[in-house]
């Protein structure tokens, strides 16, 4: 294992205990309740759970090296057990709710877990025989529940029997996380304390306005390392985060919650975009004018910006329409809102482009859970729209051009430094097929630095695919700006060792359903896309945006439609959303193959 210079605290549990001495009566994690709205419980309350629940696992046995596991969406529960199964040296294996239960199974026998915390009885009941099958399981505990199987019993035990904390060394596994993964078994990723810390420390440097008085919503799951981090790196400056109800309530716990920042996908913001356009679309006349003015005035604004210089008659201009047309959209995130990171797919650079002119500029980062998972991130301080960032403090970064194509101006990204992860839990063989001799970590990613230092993704090794011609096609981006069209909910291009590419086609229902009521046309998904004239809008309206950004061979010649949608529970999306290409594929080859037959 390399040595690094790590910044302190080097543990979670120093860094979990330093907010709660310095910062014990702040609110900490905020929670709907059923009236509507939030409660907030303070770091000292928090941090009061933490000491009784590790007590309470040290009574079941739990002790350095062990494994408690989590089926629990993001909750005050949640981080509790979290910071108390490590003050124990143990480390903590979060898992999805909405996953499916030979997951859950897989991933509990795996890692070995002793104790598992289940959010509702509902999940209790599909794993209740789990302790018969899995010789390591020796509980499991309702975290609502009542009686002495659930978390309040164990905090309860836990009070009359107090354990202190231990400061684990930094090398020694905190968290192991899952990674769906796009085909095979889900893998463990085994990161250690300081992982975690010198990421957070990083992302602290970058931002270093971060205070106590920071509030974000929590909207990306904790199972996941790009939400995880967020609570690590607000807890440590003393922050607060409230949880959003449900995906279908966030504009509504925005406006309650008035974050000050976001951790967020792309896809949330490509959604406010496509419904504020389709509202002014929809609406037209003056409201339009208006609209189009502000965005012109503002990219007018940025483009003399960019030169170094200003005219007060567009500032003027843009200042009155900001106020009527681009506050309200601010006002729509809570009217706080001073930015947002965004990460795990690319942002499309246009709309990052308005979001900067209305005053919520959008940071891209990237990294990946063997990373934990920053590597490169943009800030204010240093950004540049269309690339991922600068690299982040500790990290270095080599780009190998031997594994593509001669003469390429990229190569695989190889990432060093103290966020990269231990390896993989019992897959000694995966391990060394990621990992270099000299302890970095092949991302599977392409990309090239620019001549200031930022870094750029230019595709994935795995996914790319050759034409029949010779030429390289890079699927996903051409499927960032697909799905980026109202009637797209996801896309799928296809086209290794053919002629040309073809593009696979899930509609929005939503979207389609009104455009159906709008001119006046069946209601019915299925009879919609059936017809040549919504088939041919919607189709024209893609090439017609890929043009003059892709080559022509890029650009699909033939689009297929199917109503049934990409989901976790038939198998072609990963828990983050990622598409399960062969298991696509290998379900409409036969739309497929007849779409190139008698191809050229």
Avoid at 62 to 70: E, F, L, Y
Avoid at 442 to 467: C, H, P, S, V
Avoid at 503 to 522: F, M, R, S, T
């Amino acid at each position: 294992m390399v040595q690094y210079q790590l910044d302190k605290p080097d543990n979670l549990v120093e860094l979990f205990e330093n907010s709660v001495k310095k910062f014990p009566d702040r609110p900490y994690l905020g929670t709907k309740n059923a009236q509507g709205e939030y409660e907030w419980v303070t770091y000292k309350e928090v941090g009061r759970r933490v000491d009784n629940l590790r007590s309470g696992l040290a009574g079941l046995g739990v002790k350095k090296g062990d494994a408690v596991g989590i089926i629990s969406n993001n909750s005050v529960d949640w981080a509790v057990g979290h910071f108390a199964t490590v003050g124990l040296g143990a480390f903590y294996v979060p898992m999805y709710e909405a996953e499916l239960p030979q997951v859950w199974e897989y991933i509990i026998k795996d890692s070995g877990v002793k104790v598992l915390f289940v959010s509702k009885p509902d999940i209790l009941e599909k794993i209740k025989d789990f302790t018969t099958r899995i010789p390591t399981l020796e509980k499991i505990c309702v975290i609502k529940g009542t009686g002495d199987d659930s978390m309040a019993a164990l905090e309860q035990a836990g009070e009359q029997n107090p354990v202190k904390s231990i400061y684990p060394d930094p090398e020694e596994v905190a968290v192991l996380v899952y990674t769906s993964g796009t085909t095979g078994d889900p893998k463990g990723v085994l990161l250690m304390h300081m992982n975690w810390t010198s990421n957070h420390h990083a992302r602290a440097k970058a931002y270093p306005d971060f205070d106590e008085n920071d509030r974000t919503l929590s909207l990306l799951p904790w199972a996941h390392c790009f939400g995880l981090g967020e609570l690590h790196t607000f807890t440590a400056l003393g922050g607060s985060l409230g949880f959003m109800e449900n995906t279908t309530t966030v504009v509504e716990d925005m406006a309650k919650i008035r974050p000050t920042f976001l951790i967020a996908v792309p896809r949330i913001f490509n959604k406010v975009y496509d419904t504020i356009v389709t509202r002014v679309n929809d609406a037209g006349g003056a409201k339009k004018k208006l609209f189009d003015a502000g965005v012109a005035a503002a990219k007018e604004r940025r483009a003399l910006a960019e030169q170094g210089k200003s005219s007060f008659l567009v500032d003027l201009k843009f200042k009155i329409i900001d106020k009527i047309v681009f506050q309200k959209i601010r006002d729509l995130f809570g009217g706080r809102l001073r930015g947002s990171m965004t990460g795990s797919a690319a942002m499309n650079p246009e709309i990052s482009k308005f979001f900067h002119d209305i005053g919520i500029p959008l940071y891209d980062a990237y990294g990946l859970t063997e990373t934990t998972p920053g590597i490169t991130m943009n800030c204010p301080s240093k950004f540049r729209i269309g690339s991922v960032g600068p690299l982040m403090d500790k990290i270095r970064v080599v780009i190998d051009q031997s594994v593509v194509e001669p003469g390429a101006p990229d190569g695989e990204i190889i990432c060093y430094g103290p966020n990269v992860m231990k390896g993989y839990h019992n897959k000694p063989e995966a391990t060394r097929e990621i990992m270099t001799d000299d302890g970095g970590v092949r991302t599977g990613d392409r990309g090239r630095f620019d001549e200031d230092g930022f870094l750029w993704i230019t595709g994935r090794i795995k996914e790319q695919f050759k034409l029949e011609n010779g030429k390289y096609v890079f699927p996903a981006s051409l499927e960032e700006d697909i799905c980026l069209n109202h009637f797209v909910q996801n896309a799928l291009i296809y086209g290794a060792n053919r002629p040309y590419n073809i593009c696979l086609i899930i509609p929005d229902p939503v979207a389609l359903d009104g455009y159906a009521q709008k001119h006046d046309l069946p209601r019915d998904v299925q009879a919609l896309v059936e017809r040549d004239d919504i088939r041919s809008m919607i189709t024209g309206e893609i090439l017609e945006a890929l043009k003059g950004k892709y080559g022509s061979y890029e650009i699909p010649r033939k689009f297929i439609f199917v109503v049934e949608p990409f989901t976790l529970e038939n198998g072609m999306l990963t828990q983050t959303m990622k598409i399960k290409r062969k298991v696509i594929v290998e379900k409409y080859t036969d739309l497929i193959e007849s779409a190139y037959r008698g191809a050229a």
